[in-house]
């Protein structure tokens, strides 16, 4: 089995005004689709970020993977780092971390390889990273204070303006309702924090047996965040980036009890060994984008077990491609701990051909299909590539969109 043709295909996704500390989503977000064809006839998918440095880093490296055996993952590296020499992050100067170019397009074409292997042996992908170690994975619902969506070209708002505290419980009520997730994240550094103490409180109080997570994104100084773990003292399951760097998290673990987790500081194999001299974290979030494809992100879970580390899993805004390599690695993870994130619900459309996947009490079955085991809807896929050409977005900037709604804002980080 060879690959003889690779496309990739941006698309745009129509999204809603989500805050966070440096600033809202756009009207629409973006992501590339990645399909290996193969001489065979089997066609390997993937999904990936879609801005303008992964988009690049994609289309100049697929040229170089005609006549790639898919199971030769070494082969594939050697030619991702041959085609793109010195490419740098993938992120946006506005972005509070970064994801090395080499990375997040190895990680891509790696899955779409994987989904190949899968077919070819008929074994679900999970069976190539070691075997499955449950049968379905657990997800929570992801909270986000948000504007209500002023422009409506490219696609309808969700439940409005949420600015307060007893909106964001209710917009909490409806993640429980329709999907039955069994724990809750909040999207924090938006509101003074303060009023973000009164939100984890009073989801508290409405959701008693829900293990509760807050994410602020480096938005708080030092003091700051002791003042909050003293507030929300036995009502966190952790707390995530709640100040900003290496340092100021090793500060913080120094002086608290609460755990502490990453998706901002620990991004690179290196950084775990510097996080465990430090004392800097104790949780990692994985993420099979960015933490070089899914075996990269199993081998990040051995390394946290080892490292006496637990293990999250990240989540960007995303399609049915990604949501099913997350479940296939998340699978496959012995010491994944938590619940994953997902931000799967603010989403309406879907690239996939059978639907939007159901949750069922916040959970979705691992798939015993060949592979992936989803097949592309080329019509759905090309009507989001039309809404690519249309949008014009290329490339995320949540501080400008930020101006749109608040005029004066100034991205601060931290900001309290």
């Known amino acids: 089995m060879r690959i003889v043709e690779i496309r990739v295909t941006p698309i745009a996704v129509p999204d809603v005004p989500l805050a966070n500390t440096k600033g809202v989503h756009q009207s629409v977000f973006l992501r590339s689709v990645i399909e290996l064809h193969t001489d065979c006839g089997r066609v390997?998918?993937?999904?990936?970020?879609?801005?303008?440095?992964?988009?690049?880093?994609?289309?100049?490296?697929?040229?170089?993977?005609?006549?790639?055996?898919?199971?030769h993952l070494n082969d594939l590296r050697r030619r991702v780092e041959m085609a793109l020499p010195d490419a740098g992050g993938v992120n946006a100067p506005t972005a509070l971390a970064d994801h090395r170019v080499v990375d997040v397009v190895y990680s891509a074409f790696e899955i779409a390889c994987l989904d190949l292997q899968g077919q070819q042996a008929g074994r679900p992908l999970h069976d190539l990273l070691g075997g499955a170690v449950r049968d379905t994975v657990s997800f929570g619902g992801y909270l986000f204070f948000k504007f209500a969506k002023r422009d409506l070209t490219f696609g309808p708002d969700i439940l409005g303006e949420v600015m307060t505290p007893d909106a964001l419980v209710a917009q909490a009520r409806w993640l429980v309702d329709d999907h039955g997730f069994q724990s809750l994240k909040l999207k924090g550094g938006?509101?003074?924090?303060?009023?973000?103490?009164?939100?984890?409180?009073k989801l508290r109080e409405a959701f008693p047996q829900h293990p509760l997570r807050i994410d602020p994104m480096g938005a708080w100084t030092v003091p700051t965040a002791l003042r909050v773990i003293d507030k929300l003292a036995g009502v966190l399951e952790y707390l995530e980036d709640p100040v900003r760097g290496m340092d100021a998290m090793a500060e913080l673990s120094a002086r608290t009890d609460m755990p502490l987790a990453t998706n901002l500081v620990v991004v690179e194999f290196e950084q775990v060994i510097e996080a465990v001299r430090k004392d800097a974290v104790q949780i990692v979030l994985s993420d099979p984008h960015y933490w070089r494809g899914a075996t990269g992100s199993i081998r990040l879970g051995e390394i946290c077990r080892a490292a006496g580390l637990g293990v999250s899993m990240h989540s960007n805004s995303h399609l049915g491609i990604s949501l099913a390599a997350m479940i296939h690695v998340a699978a496959a993870t012995p010491g994944l701990s938590y619940d994953c994130d997902t931000h799967y619900p603010w989403s309406s459309r879907e690239i996939v051909k059978g639907g939007r996947p159901v949750f069922v009490d916040g959970r979705l079955q691992v798939p015993k299909t060949p592979g992936?085991?989803?097949?592309?809807?080329?019509?759905?896929?090309?009507?989001?590539?039309?809404?690519?050409?249309?949008?014009?977005?290329?490339?995320?900037d949540d501080t400008d969109e930020m101006k749109k709604y608040v005029p004066d804002y100034v991205r601060k980080v931290p900001r309290w």
């Open 372 to 396: 992936l085991g989803v097949e592309l809807d080329r019509e759905a896929l090309a009507d989001l590539n039309s809404l690519y050409n249309r949008a014009m977005v290329a490339d995320r």
């Open 190 to 201: 938006v509101l003074d924090p303060d009023q973000e103490i009164e939100t984890m409180l």
């Open 44 to 71: 390997g998918l993937g999904e990936t970020y879609g801005a303008t440095r992964t988009l690049n880093g994609l289309k100049a490296v697929a040229p170089t993977l005609d006549g790639l055996d898919p199971w």
